[in-house]
């Protein structure tokens, strides 16, 4: 096993990038060519699951490569600092949505309601406006509406997804020190906090959509709210795909207590949603 | 046991197929930096001519007063795409390909870090540039708002805005798998004895442009993805009725679009320190703070977006802070220039085609350089914006800079790359024919932007006809010169003189210790640095 350790393992040739590549391509064009108008549910639905074969079958090359012992300390580096910054590129992503949010707060709604040095946008359009949290502007765009009170579920969301973390910390722990039964059933049990989690999130958006009539298009706060917590949902979403299948991972045997990388980056990525999740519900929900 | 078993196999199956593949496969299916090197070099000289036949189009348009060959409509859409194709298609996947050659050979490593991603990262770009180009045959024509993609204007396109926009997220995509590739092999694949402080600046340039997409290619995916939800889905974040604001994407765009400039310009940073050493036959001149001024840039660019949106109405603190943080990027470049400077001073010089294209990127650099300073003078900046002086000066950064800097390179590593010497005849030919040409081209764009003459405009007043029929002429001799470098570059690939390991006269760097072509596998088993 330590002679396979000397060399950095560097594959010969992969067929998946071109395929992934071409899967996406044919996802966006489709999704594109249904923006303007046409029906191409089809061609999305082909793209999709192109990329959805490529990703299981890239992914199944990497682990039974990982399994059969092709990966050096290296490589294992390699794979970590990887993942580590792909968050940070993740976490630009949602700073993006929040400084949209900032900005329309401190500063775009301030301004709209003739507050700085620049009064006339408001005198000459607005000039009854008075800003606010939550708006949906001068020109109430998308109707009345009720916002979303952050101490209702997306209190217990939060502890679900707080509680989350510490049973998939003591899930690591478990697999540290080679206490499978343990690892297994509280990842499960992160598995199922994590769909939870998501079971609360699309109740609360037929809630906001039939109840507090609150849509994406109800001004900058429907636009914030449901871009934030959309983009945080689906990163829930593929979180809790990835902890599935490290749980079916555990269930066949994979993993040592010195050698889990992707359960680890699994974890990572876990910990950042929950991160965000955070920021989500005091920015979102509670300020 | 088995698990054993299996390690073995794998591993010799990693050992059985050493050379390339055969055929297309090779190329669709390489996990060879080289290959995939090669095949982002091609794309971007590919692009180079596509988004040059655009830039032609507007030249030719723009040779006398009045409408001549295209419609208004698509001289906006030539506009755009020049832009999009040349920044996106063309610059950045050209320094990603030097990145890909270079990086592993000059820091001793195997291979890049993660193969797959690498290949990967490469092949989105061809089906993110066809759906891109696309565009311009929908109904409604291109994107034609600017590569800005300013709301409320950009919102008006036709049917090309969805596909543009996922365009952009899939080269987005590309460049940050790209530069996390490029982190990650440089953290973690140097050769025993390559410390952070022995890496040849070109990796340390690169190392920081990685940084920089990391942080900023998914805010513009952010900005991006606002604009199609307010578009398609009734959102609001451009939009000022529903509490939004039209300015908050020019935020969002100069957080990504400034960084960008630093993310095209620093590997060029990075190419002209290892040329003009070479040629000077003196080390880099103040190594070490070069690396600091290469990071400062980097930090600097990161909180100086707002100068693009001088004209748009900000605070007075804002107008204060970004035209003074922006006037300070000024030390760290003039910085690098003194020590290439230095570098020079009292070496042996001798003038090749990579130097006198690294010589000619030092003047002309520093003009676009300097119409920067004038420009970050926000009083001064009401003048200029949107005038054609501030196209000379990203030109004379982008063309006489960037570009001389990747066709510096180019000739600088064609022998370590084809095994042979390029024609240094119609090298030096190529060269004096673009260095005149591209001052002729860009020049005069000063004059007309100081006296008045607004960018982005098909027709225009009269008293503007000399300069930009002197530009246009300019335009037009530097864009068929280019065909000389095509021609040189499948010259050298098919034949000439063999270039020994080292090419030139002991360059520094482990990349002039491999055999020139450099073996489909270089380092294997990793060098020892000093």
């Not at chain 2, 000063?446 to 007043?461: K, Q, S, T």
């Amino acid at each position: 096993m330590a002679h396979t350790q000397d060399k950095y393992y560097v594959p010969h040739g992969t067929r998946w990038p071109v395929f992934a590549s071409m899967g996406l391509a044919v996802t966006f064009v489709g999704v594109a060519l249904l923006l303007n108008g046409s029906s191409t549910l089809p061609v999305i639905l082909t793209g999709t699951a192109i990329v959805l074969v490529v990703v299981f079958r890239w992914f199944a090359d990497v682990v039974n490569e990982s399994e059969a012992g092709a990966y050096g300390a290296q490589v294992d580096r390699s794979f970590r600092m990887g993942m580590i910054w792909f968050i940070l590129s993740e976490v630009m992503f949602f700073a993006c949505f929040f400084a949209a949010l900032l900005y329309a707060r401190q500063l775009a709604l301030p301004w709209l309601g003739g507050i700085g040095s620049d009064p006339l946008t408001n005198s000459l359009l607005w000039p009854e406006f008075v800003p606010s949290w939550p708006s949906n502007g001068p020109g109430h765009i998308g109707g009345e509406y009720e916002s979303m009170p952050a101490w209702g579920i997306p209190a217990l969301n939060t502890a679900i997804l707080l509680t989350s973390g510490v049973t998939l910390t003591i899930a690591h722990h478990a697999l540290k020190d080679s206490r499978r039964g343990l690892l297994a059933v509280f990842l499960a049990l992160t598995v199922l906090l994590g769909f939870a989690f998501l079971g609360f999130q699309v109740y609360e958006y037929s809630h906001a959509y039939s109840e507090l009539n609150l849509k994406l298009s109800s001004g900058i706060y429907g636009s914030t709210f449901f871009m934030l917590t959309g983009f945080h949902g689906l990163h829930v979403t593929i979180g809790a795909i990835m902890l599935s299948v490290m749980l079916l991972r555990v269930l066949r045997g994979h993993f040592t207590p010195t050698r889990h990388f992707a359960f680890e980056a699994t974890a990572w990525y876990w910990h950042f949603v929950d991160v965000v999740w955070l920021g989500l519900f005091i920015f979102v929900y509670w300020l | 046991m088995t698990t054993i078993t299996q390690g073995h196999a794998a591993q010799d199956h990693a050992h059985d197929s050493h050379g390339p593949g055969h055929g297309l496969s090779r190329w669709l299916f390489t996990t060879n930096h080289k290959d995939i090197g090669t095949l982002y070099l091609v794309f971007a000289l590919v692009m180079l001519f596509i988004g040059g036949a655009m830039a032609l189009i507007i030249r030719a348009e723009l040779f006398q007063p009045g409408l001549q060959f295209v419609n208004p409509e698509f001289f906006n859409q030539m506009t755009s795409m020049h832009a999009l194709i040349m920044v996106f298609g063309m610059i950045m996947p050209a320094f990603v390909g030097f990145a890909n050659w270079m990086i592993p050979m000059m820091i001793g490593a195997p291979d890049m870090a993660l193969p797959r991603l690498n290949n990967w990262s490469f092949w989105i770009l061809p089906f993110a540039g066809t759906i891109l180009l696309s565009t311009l045959f929908m109904e409604g024509g291109g994107p034609a708002a600017g590569w800005t993609m300013y709301p409320p204007l950009v919102l008006q396109s036709g049917n090309s805005l969805a596909f543009a926009i996922f365009a952009i997220h899939l080269l987005g995509m590309s460049s940050i798998l790209g530069a996390i590739n490029i982190i990650v092999t440089v953290m973690n694949m140097r050769a025993p004895g390559m410390t952070l402080l022995k890496m040849p600046m070109f990796v340390w340039t690169w190392l920081i442009t990685a940084y920089l997409l990391i942080l900023v290619m998914p805010v513009l995916a952010g900005g991006v993805t606002m604009l199609l939800t307010d578009r398609f889905f009734g959102t609001s974040f451009f939009q000022a009725a529903g509490g939004g604001d039209p300015v908050l994407f020019q935020h969002i765009f100069w957080f990504f679009g400034h960084p960008e400039v630093y993310i095209i310009i620093l590997p060029s940073f990075g190419i002209i320190s290892q040329i003009i050493p070479a040629f000077s036959r003196k080390p880099l001149f103040g190594y070490s703070s070069m690396v600091y001024a290469t990071a400062g840039i980097a930090f600097l660019s990161c909180i100086v977006w707002a100068h693009h949106m001088f004209t748009v109405g900000m605070p007075l603190a804002g107008e204060m802070f970004f035209m003074m943080s922006t006037m300070l990027i000024a030390i760290p470049t003039a910085v690098k220039v003194f020590n290439w400077t230095a570098t020079m001073w009292r070496g042996s010089l001798s003038f090749e085609t990579p130097m006198l294209f690294a010589v000619a990127f030092l003047f002309l650099f520093a003009i676009g350089g300097f119409s920067g300073v004038m420009m970050a003078i926000a009083p001064v900046d009401f003048q200029y914006h949107d005038t054609y002086f501030i196209v000379a000066h990203f030109h004379y950064v982008l063309v006489p800079g960037a570009l001389f800097a990747a066709i510096g390179g180019a000739y600088f590593w064609l022998p370590k790359w084809t095994g042979h010497m390029y024609d240094e005849k119609l090298g030096k030919i190529h060269f004096w024919l673009s260095a005149v040409s591209v001052n002729i081209l860009f020049f005069p764009q000063h004059f007309l932007g100081l006296a008045g003459m607004p960018r982005r405009i098909p027709d225009y007043a009269t008293q503007f006809a000399d300069w930009n029929a002197v530009s246009s002429i300019g335009a037009f001799v530097f864009g068929f010169s280019q065909l000389m470098f095509v021609y040189i570059v499948v010259k050298c690939v098919r034949g000439g003189a063999k270039a020994t390991a080292q090419v030139w006269d002991n360059p520094e760097g482990l990349e002039w210790t491999v055999p020139s072509p450099a073996p489909y596998h270089t380092f294997d088993e990793p060098p020892l640095v000093r």
